[in-house]
């Protein structure tokens, strides 16, 4: 069963304007199964995972495209990287719009030589797994915490309660989880990580230890909502801090972990700096982390840090998915005093706190004041939880339910 993307207006449009579209992001997600769907006929598809398709590319780049002429899908371009001049100096001869369609599950190996290689000839559209709206068949926009755009969103979409999120959380955002009724999630992540460590890291990456990779990514999925801390994630693995430096930035690129910088300017003197750390599918930060049921999860002592992961990504994937870098950051203090998300946007400052409770106080709010000393305005806070309206908790700031995000 297909799952209609978000993604797939911005693509088309992109087509249409630049001659050359690459969609980056995770294994898995779907970029190669939206583009054959967007496809017209007589696009012809190839993929490089095919060591007969990536000998003939890297050895013989004009000959491979000699026989694979535009239009054309060409699947996981990282691979072999010597064809971007190639597709370079047809495009430049052909003018043609949206002759190459490429995907690369590889961000780190790839982007150097595509802003090198086709500078204002591509478009670079990342893709992540599904989101919560689009798993819903609802409407895609950034979330706000604008109290009247958000109750728009009650009267059409439709209220879950603390087994449906936690369940969602489990079986995380790849497609394979909402269109195959006979999801083995075990199964699935096992390959997924499998892949990932065979294909990717072994092929295009420094690192001398597969497994003590794979730990590290353990170790980094148990810290999945927390300050990046590079000291203790290398003292765990038996690893030096530059190296555990290196490794996070190799699953940032991946579009495996996104890492939400700190506010500060200069009024705030005592703002921490570190970033935080967040997996963009829980159910690989919970496969990792080898828990077994939704509801052991939602018992454990991860339950509240996974939910804040889950709320995080949704609120990103809400941005990226209509061609928008999300205006997001987060506030700690030497006093403790903490703020989970802050969208900045039109010159203003938006709090956000994330509750696993359904029923937040005051409480929730008491650090946005805060954002006084920014300089900046401060526009309606929100708390989002489990609760199920939209409620005031004082005159600018409002209870928002997960699942309207």
Known sequence: MYINRTLERRI??????????????????????????????????????????????????????????PPII????????????????????????????????QKFHLMKNVSESLAGRIAVIEMYGLSQSEIDG???????????????????????????????IFNGSMPEAHANESFDRNEFYAGYVNTYLERDIRALTQVADEMDFFRF???????????????????????????AKQWLSVLVSSGIVTLIQPY???TLKRAIKSPNMYFIDTG?????????????????????????????????KSYHNTGKQPPAYYYRDTDGKEIDLILEYNGTVYPVEIK?????????????GVLQNTGRPIGEGAVVCLYNKILPLDKNNWIIPVWLI
């Not at 990514?217 to 190296?243: E, F, H, Q, W």
């Not at 696993?356 to 946005?368: L, Q």
């Open 74 to 105: 060409i699947d996981e371009i990282q691979y072999a990287p010597n064809l971007l001049p190639y597709i370079k100096m047809h495009v430049d001869e052909h003018q043609i719009k949206g002759g190459f369609w490429l995907t690369g599950s």
């Open 138 to 168: 609802y409407e895609s926009e950034p979330f706000t915490c604008d109290h009247v755009a958000m109750s728009e969103r009650l009267n059409i979409r439709e209220p879950k309660n603390l087994s449906d999120i936690y369940t969602r």
């Open 284 to 316: 690989l930060a919970t496969y990792l982390t080898r828990w077994d049921t939704p509801q052991t999860l939602e018992a454990s002592a991860m339950s509240g840090k996974i939910f804040e992961t889950y709320v995080v990504s949704e609120i990103l």
């Open 217 to 243: 990514m353990t170790a980094c999925a148990a810290r999945t909502g927390g300050m990046v801390n590079y000291a203790d994630l290398a003292k765990d693995i038996g690893i030096s801090a530059p190296t």
């Open 264 to 266: 500060f300017n200069n």
């Open 12 to 69: 088309l449009k992109a087509s249409e304007n630049f001659r050359v579209l690459i969609v980056t992001g995770p294994r898995q997600v779907g970029k190669t199964t939206l583009l054959k769907r967007l496809a017209e006929s007589g696009r012809k598809y190839v993929t490089l995972d095919d060591p007969v398709e990536r000998e003939a590319a890297l050895n013989e780049p004009a000959l491979f495209l000699e026989r694979n002429k």
């Open 356 to 368: 696993k409770t359904g029923n937040p106080g005051k409480d929730a709010i008491k650090n946005f």
